[in-house]
Each structure stands twice: as structure tokens, then as C-alpha cells.
């Protein structure tokens, strides 16, 4: 059904073009009286314009016919052909300029064989010339606009399309940040509960004998138990956050790890220290924690020896003494697996196995100016 401005559109038409009319109003032109046969002219184009939307195509056709027809029984009052006009501009606003140039051409044609036989003037006098830049601006006008409703639908679906795509990268983000928790997570509780059990253990040997040192592993197992709290608060602060590089860890928390070993560590550093980028500082320290927990967990080790060597790549180097126990898993672990995720996100590579002499884990990380 046509909206009302279509309604309104093609009821002010019938009125403005009976009223011309009727009082005889506008430029001159033909002197016919106005009767029952005009008026169901004027409707006709009226009913026509408030369904061009519709029908685009049947709409202009019936609108130039009553045009020839208005004419031709030489009826008073020009304004009839704004019908054709606005036909016109709407099959090429709806359909496109081809089908607005083919409605562009009839409108024309009729208009010339209107004026020449209706009105008794030239083929291309002045009237013609008068009619048809008014019909070629109605139909470049509603190219203009269907041209404008493309782009803007291309733009719409671009920006439905980009949005979508972002959206697409948010979850995939979501999802490596949670992967990253767990891994965080699973170190920090991994490196505590390995040094609470060192520590419990030495407590429960000596409490009989040297009270006095199971007094100190237990002050230990209190001091690990609430630096590892914190580091669990941090990181479900990290959660909140849009940087996981504020977990805490790092190189700079090395030495206060290595006291927690429950091995003796040799740490040996290459090159010159200095300070890294922040994904690197704590991947690093995420690698080394790991190694030393997996020591305590499988390797019966008495000694590791930790390697870091500085240059335009940060080696690290973990390995220990000993033998891996029934229940290790070293190299299939989620520990080696979680380790080497660490370094490959960073560019690096990480391998770890057995050698003759203990277990070897080797990783090296990229040290650029762009790392995260």
C-alpha cells in the first residue's frame, strides 16, 4: 500500500492540476473546458504517482499516456506533465540509471509527438527544448540518489562486515588471554605446591631430631604459601585487566625463585644483563619456574644448573643432575608442552630431553625492539 506521503504527493497533484484548471491559471495553452473527462485524467495521474514505488515502470507509462491524452483533448493546465517528471526521477531512483535513461527516452519521445500533434508546434521547437532538460534533470536526479543508496548499502555491509571480523578477533583474543591464565595459573600453583612438599618433607625428617630447623621449614612453607597467594591474586587481577603482561614474575624475581628450588642452583649469566621487553622478562621467568618444578616433581636431581645468556636473543639453558622417575612427564607433559606455547608465541623455540648426563631444557626467545 502507498505510504501517505505517496497519498499526499499524488492528492495535491489531482488538486493542483484540477485548480489550474479551473481558474485558468498558469502559461497558456490549450482552452478546453474543464469536465468529467479531465477530472478522471488528473486522478489517473494522481493514482499514478502515489504508486510509482511500486510500479515504477507501469506508473511512467500510464502517466505519459494521460499526458498525450490531456493534451489532446486540449485541456487547460501544463502542470499535468510534472506528473511524467516525477515518475521519471523515481524509475531511475529505484531501478538505476538504465532503466531511468530508457524512461528518460519515452518521456521525450512522447513529449515530442505530444507537442507536434496535440499542440500543433514544431518537432524540435521550443517547446521540445522547454521539456526535455526538465525531464533529463528529473532522471540524472534520481540516478543520483540510487547511486547514493548503493554506496551507502556498500558502506552499511563493509562496516557490518569489519565489525563482524573484530568481533571474530575479541573472541579469538578472549581465548588465548584464558589459555594464557591457565598456563599462568598452572605454573605459579605447580612451582608452590612443589616447594610446600620440599619443605613439608624436610620438616617431617627433622622434627624429632633438630626441632629447630623444622621450625624454619615450616616459617618457609608459610613464606611460599603466601608469596604464591599473591601471585594468585595478581593474576585474577590480570583477568579484570587488558594487559596479561601485568601477571607478576620476571627476571627480576629470579633470585627469590631460585631459594624455593629445593635444589641447589647454579645460575650462570652470559653476556650483559640487561632489561628485555616484558613478554620476554616473563616468559623467561614462566620457563625457568617450570623446569624447577619439574626437577622437584621427576628428576630426583641434587643440583641444576640454569644458563641465561644475553645477546640479540636471550638463551636460557635448565639442567639437572638427575634421573626421571616412573611417573615423569617430561617431554609429553603439559608443563614442556605449556612451556614451548610460551616461546613460539614470542618467535622463540624450546626443546627439552633427557641426555646423559640429566635433563636438558634449551629455549631461546627473540629480544627486538618491537616485542610485546
Known sequence: MPRPVDIALGAGLIAVVLTTSLLRLGPPGPTGPLNGGAVVLAVAAGIAVAFRRWFPVACLVAVNLVTMVWFHADYHGRLITVAPLICCYTLAAYRGWRAGLVGGLLTAATTVVTVRLALG?????????????????????GAAVHSHRAFAAGARERAERIAEARSDQARRQAAEERLEIARELHDVFGHTMAAISVQAGVAVHVMQRRPEQAAEALSTIKRISNDGLTEVQVLLGAMRSEDMRTATGGLAHLEKLLDTAGVRVD????????????????????????????????????????????????????????????????????GIEGMRARAEKLGGTLVAGRRDDGFEVRCVLPIRKDAP
Open 121 to 141: 508546434g514544431e518537432w524540435l521547437g521550443d517547446q521540445v527544448f522547454n521539456a526535455v532538460p526538465l525531464i533529463a534533470a528529473a532522471t540524472a536526479l
Open 267 to 334: 645460575l650462570r649469566v652470559r653476556g650483559e644483563s640487561r632489561t628485555v621487553p616484558v613478554a620476554v622478562d616473563l616468559a623467561a621467568f614462566r620457563i625457568i619456574q617450570e623446569s624447577l618444578t619439574n626437577v622437584r616433581r621427576h628428576a630426583n636431581a641434587s643440583s641444576v644448573r640454569v644458563e641465561l645468556s644475553y645477546g640479540d636473543e636471550l638463551g636460557i639453558v635448565v639442567l639437572d643432575d638427575g634421573k626421571p622417575s616412573d611417573t615423569s612427564t617430561t617431554v609429553g607433559g603439559h
